[in-house]
Nanobody
Framework: QVQLVESGGGLVQAGGSLRLSCAAS????????MGWFRQAPGKERGFVAA????????DYADSVKGRFTIARDNAKNTVSLQMNSLKPEDTAVYYC??????????????????WGQGTQVTVSS
C-alpha cells in the first residue's frame, strides 16, 4: 500500500507562485507514474500534470503548460508541482496520484490507484 501526502497549498495573489509537494511511502517510488489533478468547486476533477518513474517523460494539461512544472526526487520519494503565473481559475483542491507501470493513460483518473487527500490552492484576483 502506498500513502501520498500533499503539502504547500495556500492563498496567493494572481501572478504569484506556489510549490506543491507530495511525499510518498514505499520503497519502489521510482517505479511509480505520478500525477497531479485538481478539482474546483462545482467541477469534476481534472488532469494537471504527470511524470514518469524516471522523470524522463512529462505531460501537462494545455491550461497549465508553460506555467507549471512537475518534477520528482526519487531519493526523497517526493514529487513537486511548481506553479507560476497563477490565475484565479487555478483555484482548486490539488491532488497527488500515483501508480505502478509505464507512462500511458496518464491523463485519466482511473489510471491511478493511489491518491492523496488534497491541498487547497486559492488564487485571488
Amino acid at each position: 500500500q502506498v500513502q501520498l501526502v500533499e503539502s504547500g497549498g495556500g492563498l496567493v495573489q494572481a501572478g504569484g507562485s506556489l510549490r506543491l509537494s507530495c511525499a510518498a511511502s514505499g520503497r519502489t517510488f521510482s517505479e511509480y507514474v505520478m500525477g497531479w489533478f485538481r478539482q474546483a468547486p462545482g467541477k469534476e476533477r481534472g488532469f494537471v500534470a504527470a511524470i514518469s518513474g524516471s522523470g524522463g517523460s512529462t505531460d501537462y494539461a494545455d491550461s497549465v503548460k508553460g506555467r507549471f512544472t512537475i518534477a520528482r526526487d526519487n531519493a526523497k520519494n517526493t514529487v513537486s508541482l511548481q506553479m507560476n503565473s497563477l490565475k484565479p481559475e487555478d483555484t482548486a483542491v490539488y491532488y497527488c496520484a500515483g501508480d505502478y507501470g509505464r507512462f500511458w493513460g496518464v491523463r485519466r483518473m482511473e489510471r491511478y490507484d493511489f491518491w492523496g487527500q488534497g491541498t487547497q490552492v486559492t488564487v485571488s484576483s
